[in-house]
C-alpha cells in the first residue's frame, strides 16, 4: 500500500527558508518508472506544480522558483525534501506530495499525501 | 510552456445532469507514436486531488463509469454522465507531456 504524508512548518516569516519532508511507503524511488512530485494550491487559486524528482535523482523544478527552489531524496530513509528559500506571500499555499507513476508513454499522479497547509506571515 | 486552458470555468448541475468539462493545450500532448499525455484530477474541498482520467481516457482504478475522458492532440473533453452530489468540486487537466508540467485553471462543479 502507497502511502505519502508530508511534514513541516505551518508557519514561516518572510525572507525564510521553507522545507517541507515528505516520508513515503510502499515505494522506492530506486525502482524505475516513479517519481515523487510537489504540486500546490494557493488560497483561491489553482492547483500548480511545482517540481518532482525520478528514479535516478533525475529532477525536473518549476522554471519560475527554480532560483529559490531545491528539492532533495533520501531515498534511505523514503523521504524527498523540498526547500523554497527567501519565501513570501505568494508561497502561502496547501502543500503536497505525491507518488507519480512515470514511463515512455504514460504519467499520473496516482498516490496523493493529505497535504500541509503552510503560511508565510511575519 | 505548454499552456492549458479550461471552459467552462464552473458549472451549477443538477444531480443526473451530464457534464462536459472542455481542456485545450497550447501545443499538441500526443506524442509521435500515439499516446496522449493527458491527465484529469478533481479536487474536492477538504480533501487532496485525485486521479481520475489519465492517457486522455483511461478510468484510473475504482473511478466509477459514469466519468469518462476523450480528445487527442490539443482538445479534450471530460465527460460525467450522469453527475452525483460526490462528484462536486474542482476538475483539472494537466498535461505531462513535457516539464514544466501545467494544469488547468479549473472547472468548479456545484450541485444544485
Known amino acids: 500500500q502507497i502511502t505519502l504524508q508530508e511534514s513541516g512548518p505551518t508557519l514561516v516569516k518572510p525572507t525564510e527558508t521553507l522545507t517541507l519532508t515528505c516520508t513515503f511507503s510502499g515505494f522506492s524511488l530506486n525502482t524505475g518508472g516513479v517519481a515523487v512530485a510537489w504540486f500546490r494550491q494557493p488560497p483561491g487559486r489553482a492547483l500548480e506544480w511545482i517540481g518532482l524528482?525520478?528514479?535516478?535523482?533525475?529532477?525536473r523544478l518549476r522554471p519560475s522558483l527554480r532560483s529559490s527552489l531545491a528539492m532533495t531524496s533520501d531515498t534511505s530513509k523514503n523521504q524527498v525534501v523540498l526547500t523554497i528559500s527567501n519565501v513570501d506571500h505568494m508561497d502561502t499555499a496547501t502543500y503536497y506530495c505525491t507518488h507519480m507513476s512515470s514511463t515512455m508513454t504514460t504519467g499520473f499522479f496516482d498516490y496523493w499525501g493529505q497535504g500541509i497547509v503552510v503560511t508565510v506571515s511575519s | 510552456d505548454i499552456v492549458m486552458t479550461q471552459s467552462p470555468g464552473s458549472l451549477h448541475v443538477t444531480p443526473g445532469e451530464a457534464v462536459s468539462i472542455s481542456c485545450w493545450s497550447s501545443e499538441s500532448v500526443q506524442s509521435p507514436d500515439g499516446h496522449i499525455y493527458l491527465d484529469w484530477y478533481l479536487k474536492k474541498p477538504g480533501q487532496a486531488p485525485q486521479l481520475l482520467i489519465y492517457l486522455a481516457s483511461r478510468r484510473a482504478s475504482g473511478v466509477p463509469d459514469r466519468f469518462s475522458g476523450s480528445g487527442s492532440g490539443t482538445d479534450f473533453t471530460l465527460t460525467i454522465s450522469r453527475v452525483e452530489a460526490e462528484d462536486v468540486g474542482i476538475y483539472y487537466c494537466i498535461q505531462v507531456r513535457q516539464t514544466p508540467f501545467t494544469l488547468g485553471p479549473g472547472t468548479r462543479v456545484d450541485i444544485k
Open positions: 524528482i525520478y528514479w535516478g535523482d533525475d529532477r
